[in-house]
């Protein structure tokens, strides 16, 4: 009976999802879903008043499909509300954008975003 209990516990048992976890999930979301994480990087950040992280993140946006969700990922990030428990976002902003097409469509974009721990 114990093994059984174990087993069960074992099959429903899922790992909780990382702060990381969750700004890239929201990222890939504004992204439609059509973005390619190259690189995530996360480093706190605090000042007098404030504490926080801060999360940048390199997407991969291959062919004319993704592209075109890639534009408008980049449209919509500086005003988007993302929605991230315990988080406020308090800065969302493109660093770069490299933007290629042949041999077909492709868009690399860095974006920075700056998170502060609601209280």
């Given amino acids: 009976m114990r093994a059984e209990f174990i087993e069960t516990k074992a099959r429903s048992y899922r790992p909780r999802r ?8 929201a990222v890939l979301t504004l992204a439609e879903g059509r973005a390619d994480l190259l690189a ?5 950040w605090a000042s007098i008043t404030f504490s926080g992280s801060r999360h940048e993140l390199t997407l991969d946006f291959n062919g004319p499909v993704a592209v075109a969700a890639g534009e408008r990922f980049i449209a919509l990030l500086p005003d988007h509300e993302f929605t991230l428990p315990g988080q406020l976002v308090a800065d969302a902003c493109i660093n770069s954008v ?3 097409m042949h041999p077909e469509p492709r868009m690399v974009v860095e974006v920075a975003l700056l998170l502060l721990e609601e209280v």
């Fill in 40 to 44: 995530h990087s996360e480093k706190p």
């Fill in 98 to 100: 490299d933007h290629r």
């Fill in 18 to 25: 990382s702060l990381a976890d969750r700004v890239y999930l």
